[in-house]
């Protein structure tokens, strides 16, 4: 699993078996732990997560020896599933330094039961790391994600560290190690104000300079706490570093239209696999287009356990590991009605979206917009949504169609240019200026007759 610092909730890959719905203890759950807590070496200037050092006034923001083995021990012995995954985050887990990890290598070796097996993840801003940390990333099989927003001009407009100095080159020297030493690592890209609207030039960056193939895009929606309030999640504007709706729709749009023609089976994107799984009928391996919550818990460097990475906040802390068990309070009444609020709090809008079955509503974080018929709830992010599903609509059922047949889903590359002479065809013959025969009621030439220079997908 990796979990992007600072940015709406990611969960790769998910646990099998897993349902909280008819619990008394759950299967199993995913865990985000921070040994720093919020303290990072980074000021990046749109990261939630730095305010929350508020909670812990006073504090030396580092997990010490006995919380690290209660949580190694209760968390292995929680998960009822073959496997398990310990995933490190921040704040800046590096801080902690390498002796802590080889530690904890060490505790999961001590406690995990025979033949389980446990997989590593950390997110790390990749300031600290060096070869000593890269082999010992590699030679422990850890998945590290990578936090880079672009090429060099997109990434420093808010990466920035503790003087306010650009991070990039520091980045890319660490993801150049990360390649020598052959660890896993993906990249997470916070998608902001600054390069929502230069979307292939970030994905041809990662892609064709840097041979990455796994990449995971975050939203970053800020919102303005108008009370002041920095432990709560308060109003209803965004700060001027937010992605717009309309432009994450946009920047998901155009970075699809190149992976489907091209990229299918070799570059995986966090929200076209969770698309596929959806339009193929299987769970959603991103948390946020899941039907409830509840199954991501996060814990504090002091053994306080919270609902979620996105609640870490008073009102959802469940209570602490060094005084009841994980297990019972990952079971708790609070934390299942928790994961239940997702859905039961949908708006009537989300309930009658023809993707709700895709969305869920996505993040309940993201959820202080009204409704056109003025209810409260819905997620900031519905009209890039919106378009991004109706976007992907045809694409996706040839591709969920291919896969329910045993075909592979990576035909539909060269199935669209099929089609889509098929629709130019349709277009000419019925002329530019008649309405277009996909029935959406525009003129050929403003519809599927328009020009395709931005490798627009015809369904
Ligand atoms: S609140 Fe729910 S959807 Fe949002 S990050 Fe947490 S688990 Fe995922
Ligand atoms: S696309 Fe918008 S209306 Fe549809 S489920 Fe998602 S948030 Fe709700």
Redesign the pocket.
């Known amino acids: 699993m990796v979990y992007a610092r600072g940015q709406?909730?990611i969960?790769l890959p998910r646990p099998k078996d897993f349902s909280l719905d008819s619990m008394k203890s759950p299967v199993a759950f995913h865990l985000m732990v921070k040994p720093t807590g919020a303290i990072c070496n980074l000021d990046c200037r749109y990261c939630f997560f730095l305010g929350k050092a508020e909670l812990y006034p006073g504090s030396s923001f580092r997990m010490n020896e006995a919380t690290l083995e209660e949580y190694i021990c209760q968390y292995l012995d929680a998960q009822q599933v073959p496997a398990a995954t310990i995933a490190w985050q921040g704040g800046e887990p590096t801080l902690m330094g390498l002796d802590f990890f080889r530690h904890s290598i060490e505790l999961v070796e001590k406690h995990r039961r025979p033949g389980m097996i446990v997989d590593y993840t950390i997110q790390t801003n990749g300031i600290l790391l060096d070869d000593v940390w890269c082999e010992f990333l590699g030679s422990n099989r850890f998945l590290v994600g990578l936090s880079i927003d672009g090429p060099r001009a997109l990434h420093d407009r808010y990466r920035v560290d503790k003087a306010g100095q650009p991070t990039f080159d520091r980045v890319m020297q660490a993801a150049r190690l990360l390649q020598k030493h052959q660890v896993d690592f993906n990249v997470l890209c916070a998608v902001h104000a600054a390069n929502a609207g230069r979307p292939l030039d970030v994905y041809r960056f990662f892609h064709d300079d840097l041979g990455i193939h796994w990449i995971q895009f975050i939203p970053i929606v800020e919102r303005i706490n108008q009370n002041g309030a920095t432990l709560r999640q308060e109003g209803d504007r965004v700060t001027s570093r937010s992605v717009l709706p309309e432009d994450w729709g946009e920047f998901l749009i155009a970075i699809f239209d190149e992976w489907v023609r091209n990229d299918v089976g070799k570059t995986f994107i966090n929200q076209f696999e969770a698309g596929l799984a959806a339009w193929a009928g299987t769970p959603p391996a991103l948390?946020?287009f899941?039907r409830t919550?509840?199954?991501?818990l996060a814990l504090e460097h002091n053994g306080d356990l919270y609902?979620?990475?996105?609640?870490v906040e008073p009102v959802y802390l469940l209570g602490n590991i060094l005084e009841k068990p994980m297990k019972e309070l990952a079971a708790s009444t609070r934390q299942h009605d928790f994961?239940q609020d997702?859905s039961q709090r949908l708006p009537r809008f989300c309930r009658a979206c023809d993707f709700l079955w895709a969305c869920y509503g996505?993040?309940?974080?993201n959820r202080f917009r009204l409704t056109p018929d003025g209810e409260r709830g819905l997620n900031y992010l519905c009209p890039g949504y919106r378009s991004f599903f109706r976007h992907i609509d045809g694409p996706m059922r040839t591709m969920a169609a291919l896969y329910r047949s045993g075909r592979s889903p990576t035909e539909v590359m060269s199935i669209l240019p099929q089609m889509e002479a098929r629709w130019k065809e349709a277009c000419l013959d019925s002329g530019r200026n008649d309405p277009c025969p996909c029935g959406s009621g525009k003129k050929v030439k403003h519809c599927h007759g328009r020009p395709t220079d931005s490798g627009r997908v015809v369904p």
């Open positions: 709406p909730g969960l948390c946020i899941d919550c509840g199954k991501a609902a979620c990475d996105h609640f994961g997702k996505e993040c309940p974080k």
